[in-house]
Nanobody, 127 residues
């Protein structure tokens, strides 16, 4: 079995940066894409970013393009979300996920459809 554990959330001011990490424990996630969803207060959980196993293909929701960068370590067990120029509307619980489906399709799916899911880390951006 695989466990995903997120870290790095916190309280920051608008315009600040923050880096989230997600570490996968258990078996190797070969051929799995990894990525992030988020859920803001009162809103549905939404796709944020994903990266395929090779690390060469990355996908983002429009609202974070140019501000967030997703990356993966060489072992493929840790995925990062570097967030720049944070806005109050980025306030949410951020959830890590892993799935065999290509990251290019994650925007169509839901967090609950991902094979492995983390428990989330809270990011609060004050204005």
């Amino acid at each position: 079995q695989v466990q995903l554990v997120e870290s790095g959330g916190g309280l920051v001011q608008a315009g600040d940066s923050l880096r989230l990490s997600c570490v996968a424990s258990g078996r190797t996630l070969s051929d799995y894409a990894m990525g992030w969803f988020r859920q803001a207060p009162g809103k549905e959980r939404e796709f944020v970013a994903a990266i395929n196993w090779s690390g060469g293909n990355r996908y983002y929701t429009d609202s974070v393009k140019g501000r967030f960068t997703i990356s993966r370590d060489n072992a493929g067990k840790t995925v990062y979300l570097q967030m720049y120029s944070l806005k109050p509307e980025d306030t949410a619980v951020y959830y890590c996920a892993a799935d065999r489906q290509s990251g290019s399709m994650w925007y169509k799916g839901t967090y609950y459809g991902m094979e492995f899911r983390g428990k989330g880390t809270l990011v609060t951006v004050s204005s």
